[in-house]
């Protein structure tokens, strides 16, 4: 990060931190052979999260928080547990843009992350602490990450109550560890055989099988009306 580099253009609260936040997002994709957005502009209210279950060469689970205008990121091998006895490892990946949050389809052949992509849970969040606004909990949360120990409650359709993400030491700067709280919504059951898209209702195989998603990667530009299965957003 280059803190002495100028630039021309007029930036409005943290929308240069946000830019270069999402320095390497981009850096790794290019936007006119995938799907995947490239920006977006967080609501005033609420902060967000959503679980994306994503077929790559190897399937994770994508938890997203909403911070600071981007969405942090970890990728979770074997995805969230609502058993508090069970640690499930969470690597921190690079930020996401917000409106990463509404993507799901197919990330087509050669891309980066090249696969199939479905949002599994999405909801709000907020810290433990209570907070008299969203900045105030942002500020609050950026400090957690920070410390490496972040607590939260989700409010999801499939993921609810509190949870911690906590970084581990001695395996390098990107291994935190996904941890389900004990309260009323802790359970052993495996909710990731709850598999279904809180979105499009649709699994995982079938949006891989789906034509509809299957169309942009052979027509791109010419996918005009933007379906909820063909997320595009040109800059
Ligand atoms: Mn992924």
Redesign the pocket.
């Known amino acids: 990060m280059d803190l002495k580099t100028t630039s021309t253009t007029p930036n409005k609260g943290c929308s240069k931190n946000k830019d270069m936040s999402l320095e390497k997002y981009k850096k790794k994709r290019i936007f006119d052979t995938t799907p995947e957005p490239t920006g977006g502009v967080a609501s005033d209210s609420e902060l967000l999260f959503v679980i ?1 279950k ?1 077929a ?1 060469s190897r399937l ?3 938890f997203r928080l909403e911070m600071n205008g981007v969405l942090k ?1 970890w ?1 979770i091998p074997k995805g969230p547990s609502t058993d508090p006895t069970v640690k499930h490892l969470a690597m921190m ?1 690079e930020d996401h843009p917000y409106d990463y949050k509404d993507f799901e389809g197919i990330i087509p052949e050669g891309n980066y ?1 090249a ?1 199939t ?1 479905i949002i599994w849970d999405a909801g709000t969040y907020e810290p433990l602490e209570k907070t008299k606004s969203k900045k105030e909990a942002e500020k609050l949360l950026i400090n957690q990450l920070n410390l490496g120990s972040l607590k939260f409650s989700l409010h999801g359709k499939k993921l609810k109550g509190e949870f911690a993400l906590v970084k581990t030491t001695g395996y390098g700067d990107n291994q935190w560890l996904l941890i389900k709280h004990r309260d009323k919504y802790a359970s052993p059951t495996d909710i990731t055989k709850k598999n279904k898209s809180v979105v499009s209702g649709i699994t995982l195989e079938k949006m891989a099988a789906d034509p509809a998603a299957l169309k942009w990667k052979s027509k791109p530009k010419r996918a005009k009306k933007s379906s909820k299965l063909m997320h595009r957003n040109t800059p």
Do not use: E, F, P, T
Request: glycine letters at 16%.
């Open positions: 994306q994503h790559a994770h689970y994508d990121s990728a990946v992350g696969g992509v």
